[in-house]
């Protein structure tokens, strides 16, 4: 996996309770770029805005593919950690090395197994669509990623949704 780019951040992350389920503890944030920050390779400027938030709050990194070659420049515009990986494989790893609980946020078919790691996976069905291996293998399915960021904002918000 290359990297670019790793900020060291207070990772306060969230503790939230969740009634019928283990309490939720995340620390860290694990993002595809493509098809769910970025539509054609471009972050919209509300999204920008929300992981700029979330990055305070968590570590957040993306692992990407690059398929727009988009990704470098915008990660260092954040000061965000950044691996382009090479394999599906890499993603997953990623995830597993995280200690101290992680989400997750993807929408394709090489998320799946990310999603599938992560304590809290959350799949984007945006103008792109969503592989249908990362939809079930997440916990929430949002219409877009600036809803899934904003659940990590507001995390009572979880509860309405994952509650038993």
Known sequence: MGE????????????????????LHIRHLVLDFNGTLAEDGQVAASTARRLAQVAERFHA????????????SF???LGME???????????????SLPGGVAAIGNGANDRAMLEAA???IAVIGPEG??????LAANIVVRHIDDGLDLLLYPSRLVATLRE
Do not use: M, W
């Open 130 to 135: 969503a592989a249908l291996g990362a939809v």
């Open 82 to 96: 950044c691996h382009v990986i090479r394999a599906t494989r890499d993603k997953e790893a990623l995830v597993r």
């Open 4 to 23: 670019t780019n790793p900020k060291k951040s207070p990772a306060i992350g969230i503790d939230q309770e969740i009634p019928g389920r283990e309490p």
């Open 75 to 77: 990660a260092e515009r």
């Open 119 to 121: 304590d809290l996976a």
């Open 61 to 72: 990194l993306i692992a990407t593919a690059d398929t727009y070659g988009t990704v470098t």
